[in-house]
Nanobody, 115 residues
Framework: QVQLVESGGGLVQPGGSLRLSCAAS????????MGWHRQAPGNERELVAG???????NYADSVKGRFTISRDNQKNMLYLQMNSLTPGDTAVYYC?????????WGQGTQVTVSS
């Protein structure tokens, strides 16, 4: 079984920064496609940033230029550096992993951007 655990969320003022971390463990290969998704009240869950097993990266237009996704394959860690945060970034952020035909999700971590 695959387990994903996010950390690093919290309350931050507009313009501030946070770094989210995701630790993957269990019956997984060393290299997998992984990504960050978020869901705000009243909104559908959306892909924020993804990185494929081949290293290709893509971002949602709303975060492009502000967020950076990275991974450490040796440690099975996924990161999301978030800069220039706005209230629109407030959401629960989820780490996700794709292995074969299955998708796995973490429990989510709350990010709140407010004065």
């Amino acid at each position: 079984q695959v387990q994903l655990v996010e950390s690093g969320g919290g309350l931050v003022q507009p313009g501030g920064s946070l770094r989210l971390s995701c630790a993957a463990s269990g019956s997984i290969s060393r290299i997998n496609s992984m990504g960050w998704h978020r869901q705000a009240p009243g909104n559908e869950r959306e892909l924020v940033a993804g990185i494929t097993s081949g290293g290709n990266i893509n971002y949602a237009d709303s975060v492009k230029g502000r967020f950076t996704i990275s991974r450490d394959n040796q440690k099975n860690m996924l990161y999301l550096q978030m800069n220039s945060l706005t209230p629109g970034d407030t959401a629960v952020y989820y780490c996700a992993l794709r292995s074969g035909l299955l998708n796995y999700w973490g429990q989510g971590t709350q990010v709140t951007v407010s004065s």
